[in-house]
């Protein structure tokens, strides 16, 4: 079995079965963030996953069904992210649940490249690229 999820905007689609990928503690087993960093799909997380800041929200499309119901911390936390919608969770918490399915997860605008893994704005990075 594997589980279809679609990133938006860059529209990639990974199929990946979730009883098989290895999991490298990037948020909690089988969350957004764990699976995009398996499939070299980038989602910023400046607190390396637990649940500390807003870096990796997301915006669900398509497939709420198939997360894990949203706790509380996460819940406090997501108070703080921009652009909150009644649809938005933590990548590093939302949990795919079901390893069936299609998910449509949307990165929003504001949180795309804007910390680097390395601790660089990327923006930065690429005005100095430029010079």
């Known amino acids: 079995m594997a589980v279809k999820i679609t990133w938006l905007p860059m529209n990639k ?67 703080m992210a921009a652009d909150l919608t009644l649809h938005s969770r933590l990548g590093c918490q939302a949990v795919i649940e079901k390893n069936e399915g299609e998910l449509v997860v949307e990165i929003p605008a504001w949180n795309r490249n804007y910390v680097s893994e390395g601790g660089e704005n990327a923006m930065a990075g690429a005005a100095k690229k430029e010079e």
């Open 13 to 79: 689609t990974v199929e990946v079965d979730l009883d098989q990928m290895p999991y490298k503690e990037h948020g909690k087993p089988r969350s957004f963030l764990d699976v995009a960093k398996n499939c070299g799909i980038h989602l910023e997380h400046a607190c390396g996953g637990n649940c500390a800041c807003t870096t990796c929200h997301v915006v669900i499309k398509q497939g709420e069904g198939m997360l894990s119901e949203m706790q509380d911390d996460e819940a406090d936390r997501l108070d």
